[in-house]
């Protein structure tokens, strides 16, 4: 088990919203004291006090906490944290009867100005950490729908760093790429960053991007730049459902799979298609890391896993 640091105070300064349940915030450490070195790939667990409902209709105040990867460069003054709702607010746990989630409350409750705990992880094996050593330098990141906060800080540190010798390519895969947002009943963007991804790829030679939509009929939308590119269906599926090569599909020079590294973050069903079923059962399938290996041959040590949570089906899902 890795060992926790003590704790920091950050404040929040400022809000803006990614996604309908999606919010980056940007922290600042309260004095320079509160301020700590990290590398690109770190999460921090950050926790606050929240009110919550209880089975019996009560609210229950209690301090709760969650992991983040950093989002912004270790080169920058603030720090910024992408935090996504996944469960449902006033999802009530059957087990112990009281809601469980975090991320719906600290939108609702936690505001610009307050601060929160902060504990850094001071476990030297994390995330992208080969990357931050310099020993990694051609990058294919696979994203889920929740998933591309630490590429946002390494394309972040690239950009600063300037001549950096990394590229990156980021194969990201979404849904779709609107949803209807209740709260303003308009059609908004489902998909993190894809602006700014846009426009850092537009802008930097050693950076592109893959999107791909698993639910759209067809391809949403055009690219008009060769470092763009924009596609439907799941990573390593052809439409009429035989295997694709998508690593070397869009590393068609490549002579050598193993000079790739391929850092992973998502869900559990994104990254080795492990699913809880709604009875509480386990379900192991195939995700990015067995097509990586079982479709392109990619070897286990040039793969680098990130899992954000285990994934729940939901009644319905397919
Ligand atoms: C190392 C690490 C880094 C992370 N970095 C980030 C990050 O940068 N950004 C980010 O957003 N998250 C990140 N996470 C996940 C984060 O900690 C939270 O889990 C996430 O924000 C969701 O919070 P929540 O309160 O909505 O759900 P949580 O209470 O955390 O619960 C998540 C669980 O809810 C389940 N769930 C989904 N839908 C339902 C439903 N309808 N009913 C019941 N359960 C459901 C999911 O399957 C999942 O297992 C990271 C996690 C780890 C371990």
Same mark, same amino acid.
């Given at each position: 088990m890795s060992h926790v640091s003590e704790g920091y105070e950050w404040q929040i300064v400022d809000r803006i919203k990614e996604t309908p349940d999606t919010y980056t915030y940007t922290f600042a450490p309260v004095t320079a004291s509160q301020k700590f070195e990290f590398t690109i790939g770190q999460f921090v667990t950050i926790s606050t006090l929240l009110k919550r409902p209880t089975v019996t209709g009560g609210l229950e105040e209690s301090m709760v906490q969650r992991t983040y990867s950093i989002a912004s460069s270790p080169t920058r003054d603030l720090i910024e944290l992408t935090i996504k709702g996944e469960k449902p607010y006033g999802y009530i746990n059957p087990s112990t009867e009281k809601a469980d989630g975090f991320a719906e409350y600290f939108f609702e409750q936690i505001n610009?100005? %307050?601060?929160? !705990?902060? +504990? @850094? !992880?001071?476990?030297? %094996?994390?995330? *992208? @950490?080969? =990357?931050? /050593? #310099? !020993?990694?330098?051609? =990058?294919?990141?696979? @994203? #889920? /729908? &929740? #998933? /591309?906060? @630490?590429? +946002?800080? *390494? =394309?972040?540190?690239?950009?600063?760093?300037? &001549?950096?010798d990394v590229n990156l390519t980021l194969f990201y895969s979404n849904p779709t790429l609107h949803i209807k947002d209740e709260q303003s009943d308009r059609s908004s963007l489902n998909v993190i960053y894809y602006e700014w991804l846009i426009k850092m790829a537009r802008k930097m030679d050693n950076f592109r991007v893959i999107f791909t939509f698993t639910r759209e009929k067809e391809t949403p939308v055009h690219s008009d730049h060769p470092r763009v590119r924009f596609r439907i269906g799941r990573f390593f599926n052809n439409p009429d459902g035989t295997k694709e090569k998508t690593l070397s +599909?869009?590393?068609?020079?490549? %002579? &050598? =799979?193993d000079s790739i590294f391929n850092p992973i973050c998502g869900s559990s069903g994104f990254i080795n298609g492990t699913v809880r079923l709604p009875d509480g059962k386990i379900k192991r399938g195939n995700g990015i890391k067995q097509n990586l290996e079982e479709i392109e041959g990619v070897k286990p040590y040039k793969i680098d896993v990130e899992q954000y949570y285990l994934q729940q089906t939901v009644p319905g899902d397919k």
């Amino acid at each position: 088990m890795s060992h926790v640091s003590e704790g920091y105070e950050w404040q929040i300064v400022d809000r803006i919203k990614e996604t309908p349940d999606t919010y980056t915030y940007t922290f600042a450490p309260v004095t320079a004291s509160q301020k700590f070195e990290f590398t690109i790939g770190q999460f921090v667990t950050i926790s606050t006090l929240l009110k919550r409902p209880t089975v019996t209709g009560g609210l229950e105040e209690s301090m709760v906490q969650r992991t983040y990867s950093i989002a912004s460069s270790p080169t920058r003054d603030l720090i910024e944290l992408t935090i996504k709702g996944e469960k449902p607010y006033g999802y009530i746990n059957p087990s112990t009867e009281k809601a469980d989630g975090f991320a719906e409350y600290f939108f609702e409750q936690i505001n610009k100005g %307050d601060k929160v !705990n902060v +504990r @850094s !992880n001071p476990n030297k %094996d994390h995330f *992208l @950490s080969r =990357i931050a /050593a #310099g !020993n990694e330098k051609n =990058i294919a990141y696979w @994203s #889920g /729908a &929740n #998933g /591309a906060e @630490s590429a +946002r800080c *390494l =394309i972040q540190y690239m950009e600063d760093m300037k &001549n950096m010798d990394v590229n990156l390519t980021l194969f990201y895969s979404n849904p779709t790429l609107h949803i209807k947002d209740e709260q303003s009943d308009r059609s908004s963007l489902n998909v993190i960053y894809y602006e700014w991804l846009i426009k850092m790829a537009r802008k930097m030679d050693n950076f592109r991007v893959i999107f791909t939509f698993t639910r759209e009929k067809e391809t949403p939308v055009h690219s008009d730049h060769p470092r763009v590119r924009f596609r439907i269906g799941r990573f390593f599926n052809n439409p009429d459902g035989t295997k694709e090569k998508t690593l070397s +599909r869009y590393y068609e020079d490549l %002579d &050598n =799979i193993d000079s790739i590294f391929n850092p992973i973050c998502g869900s559990s069903g994104f990254i080795n298609g492990t699913v809880r079923l709604p009875d509480g059962k386990i379900k192991r399938g195939n995700g990015i890391k067995q097509n990586l290996e079982e479709i392109e041959g990619v070897k286990p040590y040039k793969i680098d896993v990130e899992q954000y949570y285990l994934q729940q089906t939901v009644p319905g899902d397919k």
